[in-house]
């Protein structure tokens, strides 16, 4: 997975006004839908992402995004926690959710399953490796449709 080219654009933006408070960039998603374009920002930090934290972002993104005016359609900005059901996309990700119970949707059924809940037990050259049941399953990752940490309450 990489961002594409307005997102690295957003990512140089959003770097060093995140820095300031010791927020991490989970993730970042330039993307039509139907006939709107969405600029999505997914905050993490130690402790959680709190209201304040979006509403610094965004504003702080918003006035450098007027600024330097690198996207040339209309869109809306969104600035969120990445939530604890946080999708699992890049390598940093899969570090930081290792050892952790995760949701995984296949493209295409294994065993007669799409959906099942795995334990993410290891990650390498786009290999992901789950505990699952009794067994260990590896798959590419180009067969898992999404990945997202499973929230247990």
Same mark, same amino acid.
């Given at each position: 997975?990489?961002?594409?080219?307005?997102?690295k654009e957003v990512?140089?933006?959003?770097?060093?006004?995140?820095? $300031?408070?010791?927020?991490? %960039?989970?993730?970042?998603?330039?993307?039509?839908?139907?006939?709107? @374009?969405?600029?999505?920002?997914?905050?993490?930090? $130690?402790?959680?992402?709190?209201?304040?934290?979006?509403? @610094?972002?965004?504003?702080?993104?918003?006035?450098?995004?007027? $600024?330097e005016d690198p996207?040339?359609? *209309? @869109?809306?900005?969104?600035?969120?926690?990445?939530?604890?059901?946080?999708?699992?996309?890049?390598?940093?990700?899969? $570090?930081?959710?290792?050892? =952790?119970?995760?949701?995984? =949707? /296949?493209?295409?059924?294994?065993?007669?399953?799409?959906?099942?809940?795995?334990?993410?037990?290891?990650?390498?050259?786009?290999?992901?490796?789950? *505990? @699952?049941? =009794?067994?260990?399953?590896?798959?590419?990752?180009?067969? %898992?449709?999404? /990945?997202?940490?499973?929230v247990e309450f």
């Amino acid at each position: 997975m990489a961002y594409n080219k307005t997102e690295k654009e957003v990512l140089s933006l959003l770097s060093p006004i995140v820095k $300031e408070k010791n927020i991490g %960039i989970w993730d970042i998603e330039f993307k039509k839908e139907g006939k709107d @374009y969405f600029l999505r920002v997914f905050l993490d930090k $130690e402790g959680g992402i709190s209201i304040d934290d979006c509403e @610094y972002v965004s504003r702080a993104l918003e006035e450098k995004l007027d $600024e330097e005016d690198p996207i040339s359609q *209309a @869109y809306m900005l969104e600035v969120s926690s990445a939530g604890l059901d946080r999708i699992i996309k890049y390598d940093f990700h899969f $570090e930081k959710c290792m050892g =952790k119970k995760v949701d995984v =949707k /296949l493209f295409a059924p294994l065993n007669g399953q799409k959906e099942f809940t795995a334990v993410l037990e290891d990650y390498k050259d786009g290999t992901v490796t789950l *505990a @699952y049941e =009794k067994e260990t399953i590896s798959l590419s990752q180009d067969k %898992i449709s999404q /990945l997202r940490l499973t929230v247990e309450f």
